[in-house]
């Protein structure tokens, strides 16, 4: 009868926890973001308390109080560092993958031959650049995504994927162990230039995101005030994933509102500041790293010469109803896919995967120019007038097919096929280069038989007045980039910020009438096929928790339907506050499953005091034994008290009751709603207290 | 004894309240958001009920989802012709200042001399432009003046001072009738241009954002879904503020970072992105109009040929810790003199006041070229490189002064104290331009020192490396667009949403990091001596209740203290759901002020079962008697129950019980917390729910 808490110290000992650890959370557990908020102020006070004794308290409070700068400085500066050698190395990556610089290997084509003097005018290359002997050069990309894949499995498998799903439901609250953790930086950042080097049709904008998140994750630790407390981690991780797409795109603004609209949860005032401190400390460094050789911080660099005509909303509404269609369609195929691969066996070969997969890319893009060279490239090609591009010893002519009808339409319908099967495996893989450059074949497209409309009858009413005779006044690249802006929003159901991103992306104000146009028929038709993007979409499909605040829930239910036990469940348990044996509440730690449980006085009158979490329990039963050197002799029927005072002893008069009250690990303030409250306001309060 | 409810019925004809208005909510007092939002939910859904009805309810169902984007359409297009006929007045009012065209006394000066062929080629005049034979223009200024603060009192008290602080506690749940109204709107207008034109030291910035905002407030009385439900209006609140601050400045992306961050308190994402849509369209309609003459949607556009240096840092960072000094001074001068105005006569002479205020200005502001123009002209030439500038017949060759510093030291001495007296006088006062206009002056000045430093000691090795020997490699334009974000951040405490301001309004990206070193040094630096900017300042000033839900509490009290009657108090009261009678419930509302009460089962057993407001009680009370035919008969001691059946009636046996749960007026979904829940998470649960 002498039954210790042993069974509750091996649990403990399991999850390699101590008395200290009260207050944390399990794996994939969800936070209380009022309990952390809460810790955090009392430690906000204790140093405020403290700050008067002496003068390194006073340091200690200042630190304090800049370490929430210092931190968000940090990870902005790690962020575009990072971003920087990524772009450096995939751009030596992709020159490698064809050909390499006799005696210099680490230099790229156009490095190698800047200092030749034999290099030709055209610059199709130089004799320093020894070009392999390869067919179509599918063998190295075929190497290049193998080793990626084969990294990710054995170093990091978090580090596959996009990454945005995760992050949006880690920040929702979510504890992901290890998913920001230094070996998924390192094997991201090393896999994603590796996954665009080899000519698939991904970009390294989402991972971006992923790894300037695994940045925000690895500062936060180093400062207690953010490592130790998950809500305010939290903050760090909204500002890092901010700093993820400034430094992607070249877009501070984008990138704050990215993080404020589409992954954070929690997003008070202040963190809104540091989160463009942040981003725009990272696209500053980027800019001094200058991957891409011109100053300039943006991507798509244009400037158009001609104005837009208020006719031309209406084709821009196409491409915006179009692209909605293209991401409702390509989100349900993708979806589709990732379930068939999860339930199938083709989930155990993942690197068998990547490797098809990129063959079949290599193979069928290179006969065409515009999937032949480098997405991001193309876009920006289309998204220009016409002119001449080179890369990679191919003098693509894009000018001379820029009415090449044919070309864009076979690339279209591949590079719209391939991304299904591409966004998924088992490497980096980001969404957003391959669906603007989707919508930007598409737009031109568009933009094109726009064009020759206008052209061919000059004398509709809709156009005759802005456009004069002989004059071309529609600008196909315009196009492009409202098609790019459209798909984009389509698969992702972004809004502001997808209009802010391109905006800043394309460096053109003037713009952005057609750009919110697009989006806004984009999002309109993508929700009526189904109302979540892509990331929610994979977010459910893994089956993370995840309570979306932007949603309006039309439960009808009340509070006191949902949390009555469902048949066959266990009842729902309470902990008195006094009379409880420590056999007792081992006991009902054993045959519950429930996060925590209220504490009322008692079941006579119940008058709630508190609430108190499964894991603390579990903690402080065996701390307390622990501490009081009783492992072995605490009874099992030892009275468990949570009161301020110990009840009178008269009642067992055996044991000595065990305070557990002294752990503070009662929570003293749950909030409680009546039992006929709507479940839709449960939800609201869930949502917004978190 | 047969007292009856007349003296409840009184109450109620008094506010012309009737049945229907259950849910509303009295002048001055503050609204219940979770009411609201679950009144909207309930409306929401017995519209998809009825849709399967009738081809009628489907269409209503359609108009009802639409209204939301209608209505915000509605608004855009309302305030961007607002904007732009106030910006053309404004301009026509400004030459009507100093002259008339002759015959034609609508156009203004510029277009006056358009068509005539007397035009001399130096664009001074021409002979059909007849100058007024005034001495300073002063007298056309004081009638001017006068005529604002007339019309303002006489016909829309509300239409004063900047409206913003205003606008902002109605955003967070406070009632104000007649603040949005049309009469404000109507006289905002008329006397907005009026006070820019009196050449006075104020903006129409902020004016524009409660002009906005009123347009919003009577479109959103159109549909139903916004006008009867204050939470859903509210949305469409937020997004008449962005499209104000959008057509103030050009800037839409500004203007929903400006409604977001500063004055908006409940804003889900749709919101965003509908107050995206408003902003973006009343921008668009504004330059369809085309004021300022240009196709440019900014203010100042400005292009600079020279980038910008690490080492020009420091001097920005020097600029933005002065503009928050000035910023912090400004805030605590001007709330000082508006706190005087208020307690002593002087607020009995608002007439005086202006006029009074309007003379000193022009007298003193006409020797000095910098202050003789337009403040928007002025900062617009301040930010430019030096050039010549024309207004108002004086040839004003700011080229010849752009080192002058002693002018320009005077125009900063003199803005920067007349302003203090200017924001709060009884005219529609912008705070943004002439903020902006002390902030650039100040930048100038340092841009200008920096540049004769750099110029002395060109050796100096923290430029050496960066300005090659004989260039000038500073731009003072740049420092004065900086200080102009300096100051502004500094009196209004902003900081997203004035990079993002700023940013638009000069379409230049690559000084985003010099505006951000400023606006951040300026936050920290001004909060450093108090932590409210002037718009919370006024809030405070004039009483309003507003929880910020910006700033952290500190509190360290527990929910039962602060629930606890002060000494002198009434007590608490509580309604039992049974028992209680007419009579009661009277006594109850006459005794008492509290908005509301709690109802629980008994006394005994203190359950709550819901919450009460007083307003509706008292309407309850009222209808219930009217509904009855029993205004005279329903005896005071007739038993009020709140239980779904009425209780056995052995009780009182002389009177049938009133049901009032009939009425649905006890919210049944109160949510509640124990007596020891810390202070700051009741505040946080205040502020979040609202």
């Known amino acids: 009868t002498t039954g210790t808490g042993t069974h509750l110290l091996e649990t403990i000992n399991n999850s390699d926890a101590n008395i200290d650890d009260i207050g944390t959370y399990d794996d994939f557990h969800t936070i209380d973001w009022l309990r952390e908020m809460s810790r955090n102020r009392l430690r906000h006070r204790q140093i405020l308390y403290r700050k008067k004794e002496s003068f390194f308290r006073t340091l200690k409070g200042l630190h304090d109080a800049w370490s929430g700068w210092l931190v968000v400085l940090l990870v902005g500066l790690a962020a575009g560092t990072c971003a920087g050698l990524i772009d450096i190395v995939t751009k030596w990556l992709t020159d490698v993958k064809l050909g390499t610089c006799s005696?210099?290997?680490?230099?790229?084509?156009?490095?190698?031959?800047?200092?030749?003097?034999?290099?030709?005018?055209?610059?199709?290359?130089?004799?320093?650049w020894k070009t392999w002997a390869t067919i179509f050069g599918v063998e190295n990309t075929l190497i290049f995504a193998s080793l990626a894949a084969l990294l990710v499995k054995m170093f990091a498998p978090y580090a596959c994927g996009s990454g945005i799903p995760e992050v949006?439901?880690?920040?929702?609250?979510?504890?992901?162990?290890?998913?920001?953790?230094?070996?998924t930086l390192l094997i991201k950042s090393i896999t994603a230039p590796l996954a665009v080097a080899s000519n698939l049709s991904l970009g390294k904008e989402g991972p971006l995101v992923h790894i300037a998140s695994c940045c925000g994750n690895i500062f936060a630790h180093l400062f207690p005030k953010y490592g130790k407390n998950e809500a305010k981690k939290r903050e760090v991780l909204s500002a890092a994933a901010a700093a993820g797409v400034s430094v992607a795109f070249g877009a501070p603004v984008g990138?704050?509102?990215?993080?404020?609209?589409?992954?954070?949860?929690?997003?008070?005032?202040?963190?809104?500041?540091?989160?463009?401190?942040?981003?725009?400390?990272?696209?500053f460094i980027l800019r001094s790293i200058n991957p891409f050789g011109n100053s300039h911080l943006v991507m798509f660099y244009v400037t158009y010469n001609k104005p837009w005509f208020l006719f031309e909303l209406v084709p821009f509404a196409l491409i915006g109803a179009l692209g909605g269609l293209y991401g409702a369609a390509f989100i349900h195929a993708n979806l589709a896919w990732c379930k068939f691969r999860k339930n199938s066996k083709l989930g155990n070969y993942p690197i068998l995967e990547v490797v098809v997969v990129t063959f079949i890319t290599a193979a069928a893009s290179y006969p065409n120019p515009y999937t032949r060279i480098d997405a991001s490239m193309m876009i920006a090609e289309l998204v220009k007038e016409c002119g001449p591009v080179m890369q990679n010893n191919l003098l693509v002519k894009i000018s001379q097919r820029c009415q090449s009808f044919s070309n864009l339409a076979l690339a279209l319908l591949f590079k719209g096929i391939i991304t299904v099967f591409t966004f998924g495996i088992k490497v980096p893989t980001g969404l957003f280069i391959p669906s603007m450059g989707v919508g930007a074949i598409m737009g031109r497209l568009i933009g094109v038989g726009v064009e020759q409309l206008v052209y061919n009858y000059p004398d509709c009413a809709l156009w005759k007045t802005s456009c004069h005779a002989g004059h071309s006044c529609v600008t196909p690249g315009l196009y492009a980039m409202v098609g790019a802006a459209a798909t984009l929003g389509g698969v992702t159901r972004m809004t502001v910020s997808l209009v802010v991103i391109m905006f800043e992306l394309t460096g053109g104000l003037q713009y952005i009438v057609p750009l919110m146009a697009a989006a806004m028929f984009s999002k309109w038709v993508g929700d009526a096929f189904g109302n979540e993007g892509i990331y929610d979409g994979h977010i459910r499909l893994n089956g993370y928790p995840f309570l979306d605040n932007k949603?309006?829930?039309?439960?009808?239910?009340?509070?006191?339907?949902?949390?009555?036990?469902?048949?066959?469940?266990?009842?729902?348990?309470?902990?008195?506050?006094?009379?409880?044996?420590?056999?007792?509440?081992?006991?009902?730690?054993?045959?519950?499953?429930?996060?925590?449980?209220?504490?009322?006085?008692s079941h006579e009158s119940q008058q709630l005091i508190g609430y108190l979490y499964r894991r603390d329990l579990i903690l402080a039963l065996g701390g307390q034994m622990a501490r009081l050197n009783v492992i072995v002799e605490t009874p099992i029927n030892s009275l468990v008290y949570f009161t301020l005072h110990a009840p009178t002893p008269s009642l067992g008069g055996a044991n000595d009751p065990v305070p557990l009250r002294l752990f503070n690990i009662v929570d003293l303030s749950p909030i409680t709603v009546t039992d006929h409250t709507p479940m839709e306001i449960v939800v609201e309060i869930f949502s917004k207290l978190g």
């Open 103 to 128: 005696g210099k290997f680490w230099l790229n084509q156009e490095s190698c031959c800047w200092n030749s003097h034999t290099a030709e005018p055209s610059g199709t290359g130089c004799s320093e």
């Open 168 to 183: 949006k439901t880690i920040l929702s609250g979510f504890i992901i162990r290890g998913y920001l953790g230094k070996w």
């Open 255 to 283: 990138g704050v509102l990215f993080s404020l609209e589409e992954v954070s949860y929690y997003f008070p005032m202040k963190t809104l500041w540091r989160s463009f401190f942040c981003a725009l400390t990272a696209a």
């Open 551 to 601: 949603e309006e829930f039309t439960h009808t239910t009340l509070a006191t339907d949902v949390m009555r036990p469902r048949r066959g469940d266990q009842p729902l348990t309470v902990i008195e506050q006094e009379g409880m044996t420590v056999g007792d509440l081992e006991h009902l730690v054993r045959t519950t499953k429930y996060n925590g449980f209220p504490v009322i006085t």
